[in-house]
C-alpha cells in the first residue's frame, strides 16, 4: 500500500511566522502535490513537484513555497503565516501509468493561524 | 480550463438504501480520468472509484459503481446498500491523461456530505 505521511497534524501558529509542513512518501514516486482543502471550495492545488528540485505553482501558490530536496519528502513553507491560510493541508503522491496512475493522500494537517 | 461541478452539497440516505450523488464536469479533452474521492470525518481521503475516458464500460467497486455517461460530461456515484460507514464528505475529481506539468493534477469538485442514517 502507498503511504502518505504528514508528520503534524494539529497546529497553531502566529500570524507573521514561518511555518513548515513536511509530507513523506514510502514509494519512490516522482510525483508529489499539496493541496488546501476549505468548506465550500473544495480541495485546490498550491504546489506540486515531479521530481527533486523540480516544482510548478498550482492554482492558489500566493503565500507559500515548497522545497524537495529529496525525492521522498516534500515541504511546504509559509515564510510568515497569516490569518487567511488556516485551513486543512493535503498532501498527496501519484503512482506511476505502470501502477495505476492514481493519486493518494497523506491524513491532512490543520493549520490554525491565530 | 476544466471545472468539476457538484451540485448537491448535502444528501442524506437511510440505512440499507441506495443513494445517488451527482457530478458534472467540463472539459475540452478526449482523454482523461474521473475520480470519486471518500473522506470520513476528521479522518483520510482514500480513492473509491475510477473511470477512464476511453472505457465505455461503468467502473464499479463492490457497492459502489458509477454511471459516466461522456457526451453528457456526467459523472454520478451511486452506492447501494448504504452503511453507516459510508457516512462522509464525497468529492468528484477531473484529471487530464495527458502526460505533463499540471496536466498532473487532480481538479476536484466542492465535495456532498452524504448523512446515513440507521
Known amino acids: 500500500d502507498v503511504k502518505v505521511t504528514q508528520s503534524s497534524r494539529y497546529l497553531v501558529k502566529r500570524t507573521g511566522e514561518k511555518v513548515f509542513l513536511e509530507c513523506v512518501q514510502d514509494m519512490d514516486h516522482e510525483n508529489m502535490f499539496w493541496y488546501r482543502q476549505d468548506p465550500g471550495l473544495g480541495l485546490r492545488l498550491i504546489y506540486f513537484s515531479y521530481d527533486v528540485k523540480m516544482k510548478e505553482k498550482g492554482d492558489i501558490p500566493e503565500g507559500y513555497s515548497v522545497s524537495r530536496e529529496k525525492k521522498e519528502r516534500f515541504s511546504l513553507i509559509l515564510e510568515s503565516a497569516s490569518t487567511n491560510q488556516t485551513s486543512m493541508y493535503l498532501c498527496?503522491?501519484?503512482?506511476?501509468?505502470?501502477?495505476?496512475?492514481?493519486?493518494?493522500f497523506g491524513e491532512g494537517s490543520w493549520l490554525t493561524v491565530v | 480550463a476544466q471545472t468539476v461541478t457538484q451540485s448537491q452539497p448535502e444528501m442524506s440516505v437511510q440505512e440499507a438504501e441506495t443513494v445517488t450523488l451527482s457530478c458534472t464536469y467540463d472539459t475540452s479533452e478526449s482523454d482523461y480520468y474521473l475520480f470519486w474521492y471518500k473522506q470520513p470525518p476528521s479522518r483520510q481521503m482514500i480513492l473509491v472509484i475510477r473511470q477512464e475516458a476511453y472505457k465505455q464500460q461503468n467502473a464499479t467497486e463492490n457497492r459502489f459503481s458509477v454511471n459516466f455517461q461522456k457526451a453528457a460530461k456526467s459523472f454520478s456515484l451511486k452506492i447501494s446498500d448504504s452503511q453507516l460507514g459510508d457516512a462522509a464528505m464525497y468529492f468528484c475529481a477531473y484529471r487530464s491523461a495527458y502526460y505533463g506539468g499540471a496536466t498532473n493534477k487532480l481538479i476536484f469538485g466542492t465535495g456532498t456530505l452524504l448523512a446515513v442514517q440507521p
Open positions: 498527496a503522491t501519484r503512482t506511476p501509468v505502470s501502477f495505476g496512475n492514481t493519486i493518494y
